[in-house]
C-alpha cells in the first residue's frame, strides 16, 4: 500500500505559508534572439500543420494501384509451333497514347513462353520480333490480375518491287 505525502511538501512553496514564489525572470534574460526565433519556429510549425491539414481535405483519397502478371506464348501461324528466344517488348502508354521512354523486353524459352509480374494495370504496346518471322505490335490494355497473349507469327510476305 503506498504511503500518503504529508502536506506541505518540502521544497514546494505556498501561498498560505507566506514563501514567496519564485520569480520568473524577464524576458530580457533569454535574449530577443531566442524569442524571435521561438516565435518564427512556431509560426511555420503551425503554417505547416495547416497547410497539411487543408491539402489533406481537398484531395480525394487515391485508390490504391492494380498490377497484373502477363504471360506471353510465341507461336508459329503456319505449324502453330512454340518460336524460341523471340523477343516481346513491353512499352507502357501516356493518357495521350504517346509510348513512354522506358520498356521491357523478355525472351521466350523453348516453349515459345515468358512471363512477368507486377504489371501496373493500364495500356501497353506490344511488339514480339521473331528472326525469320514478320514482327508482331498491338496496343492492349491490362486490366484484370492474370492475362495471357497467344502471339502468332506470320512468315516473311513475299516483296513487292517494279524490278522483275
Known amino acids: 500500500m503506498r504511503e500518503r505525502a504529508k502536506l506541505p511538501l518540502p521544497g514546494v512553496a505556498k501561498a498560505e505559508c507566506g514563501v514567496p514564489l519564485p520569480e520568473i525572470p524577464p524576458l530580457e534574460v533569454f535574449g530577443r534572439r531566442t524569442l524571435t526565433g521561438l516565435l518564427l519556429g512556431l509560426i511555420c ?41 523471340a523477343s516481346v517488348v513491353i512499352h507502357f502508354l501516356r493518357k495521350d497514347g504517346s509510348q513512354d521512354d522506358e520498356g521491357f523486353q523478355l525472351k521466350t524459352d523453348s516453349n515459345g513462353r515468358t ?15 521473331a528472326h525469320g518471322l514478320q514482327t508482331y505490335g498491338e496496343d492492349v490494355e491490362i486490366n484484370s490480375a492474370k492475362q495471357e ?11 513487292v518491287s517494279i524490278y522483275k
Open 115 to 129: 512471363a512477368m509480374n507486377d504489371i501496373p494495370y493500364g495500356k501497353l504496346r506490344l511488339q514480339v520480333v
Open 45 to 85: 510549425l503551425n503554417l505547416f500543420l495547416g497547410t497539411t491539414e487543408l491539402s489533406a481535405r481537398a484531395k480525394k483519397p487515391k485508390a490504391p494501384e492494380q498490377f497484373s502478371s502477363l504471360s506471353f506464348v510465341v507461336l508459329r501461324e503456319t505449324d502453330g509451333k512454340p518460336v524460341r528466344n
Open 149 to 159: 497473349f497467344v502471339i502468332r507469327l506470320n512468315p516473311p510476305a513475299g516483296q
